[in-house]
Nanobody
Framework: VQLVESGGGLVQPGGSLRLSCAAS????????ITWYRQRPGKERELVAG????????SYGEVAKGRFTISRDNGKNMAYLQMNSLKPEDTGVYLC??????????WGQGTQVTVSP
């Protein structure tokens, strides 16, 4: 399974970004997708997850009320819509894909910087 994240960048506080995770190498609709983030000097933390069919989502405390996870199985893509961004949201956002058949795979991450 190969995962490529995109959509990060520099945004002002209060702004929005939409991150994308493109997957290949395995039937996408068999994979559970989870977004994590790695902030400087902090442990990796869960942001949001979505079931293989897209019917179930879950969110970490950092995301509740501001971020939305979604997926398009026809395009082999998962997304993280991030609104009302804060400077403390700055970090590398990583996509993880997993299934009992495929195992666990990580992308390289995309940098998000929230700064005036």
């Amino acid at each position: 399974v190969q995962l490529v994240e995109s959509g990060g960048g520099l945004v002002q506080p209060g702004g929005s970004l939409r991150l994308s995770c493109a997957a290949s190498g395995f039937p996408f609709d068999h994979l559970v997708i989870t977004w994590y983030r790695q902030r400087p000097g902090k442990e990796r933390e869960l942001v949001a997850g979505i079931s293989s069919g897209g019917g179930t989502t879950s969110y970490g405390e950092v995301a509740k009320g501001r971020f939305t996870i979604s997926r398009d199985n026809g395009k082999n893509m998962a997304y993280l819509q991030m609104n009302s961004l804060k400077p403390e949201d700055t970090g590398v956002y990583l996509c993880k894909a997993e299934s009992a058949e495929a195992g666990v795979y990580w992308g390289q991450g995309t940098q998000v910087t929230v700064s005036p």
